[in-house]
């Protein structure tokens, strides 16, 4: 019962590199969303999806790009990665909008 | 080790004691609200949850309370156990895909 899975569990970066944060659910649920976890800060959306081939932007998606070409799959792209963008990153999904949101365990990002 | 929360508000309590957690929330539209418990270098769990229609919910050494009137939340943990340690946080949605997050209390369970 694996729930949502995030890899890598932990990354470092040079600025200007890219990368892709991946990101796995068995629970066949057609909402998935990615957040950026920061200091003092509640949980920021940066990009979610209402189900297969759909993506939208949340609150805060520049600098970022997202791709959900399988329902189970929802990937987070970082094409030129900045130092502002070092964070803890956490995907998660839910069955509808007003139902319980499933978290991974993150992934953490550091931007040198 | 986890750099979040550094400066989040803590709630220190003695085992086998009675834990509650405070939320103010934001939207008056909101009709849906969870709360979260975070261990470190963990995501967030799932906790319990309530619907505008209700005032109270029980589960399992945890009751959600929800006062519309003021825009607040309370998460009451009975008989505090060690591996309650963590932060808990709020969310709330007004049934879209929007959630507002809550930064958290720390709860510390002393021995």
């Known amino acids: 019962n694996a729930g949502v899975t995030q890899t890598p569990k932990f990354r470092v970066l040079k600025t200007g590199q890219s990368m892709t944060l991946l990101c796995a659910q068995d629970m066949n649920h057609e909402y998935m969303y990615w957040y950026r976890q920061d200091p003092g800060m509640g949980l920021r959306l940066i990009h979610y999806?209402?189900?297969?081939?759909?993506?939208a932007k949340g609150e805060v998606p520049d600098g970022y790009n997202v791709s959900r070409l399988k329902k189970q799959n929802f990937l987070l792209g970082l094409e030129s990665a900045a130092p502002s963008q070092t964070s803890v990153y956490f995907c998660a999904s839910s069955l509808d909008s007003g139902q319980p949101q499933h978290f991974g365990d993150g992934t953490r990002l550091s931007i040198l | 080790g986890e750099s979040v929360g550094l400066h989040l508000p803590t709630l220190s309590v003695q085992e086998g004691d009675n834990s509650i957690i405070n939320c103010a929330y934001s939207?008056?539209?909101?009709?849906?609200f969870i709360w979260y418990k975070q261990e470190s270098g963990k995501g967030p769990q799932f906790i319990i949850d309530?619907?505008?229609?209700?005032d109270k919910r029980q589960g399992q050494r945890v009751t959600v309370l929800l006062n519309k009137t003021v825009k607040h939340l309370s998460l009451q943990i009975a008989a505090t156990q060690p591996g309650d340690s963590a932060v808990y946080f709020c969310?709330?949605?007004?049934?879209?895909?929007?959630?507002?997050f809550g930064t958290g209390t720390r709860l510390k369970v002393l021995a």
């Open positions: 939207n008056s539209a909101s009709d849906y």
């Open positions: 999806s209402v189900g297969e081939g759909t993506t």
């Open positions: 309530i619907r505008s229609n209700m």
């Open positions: 969310a709330e949605t007004s049934g879209t895909y929007k959630y507002i």
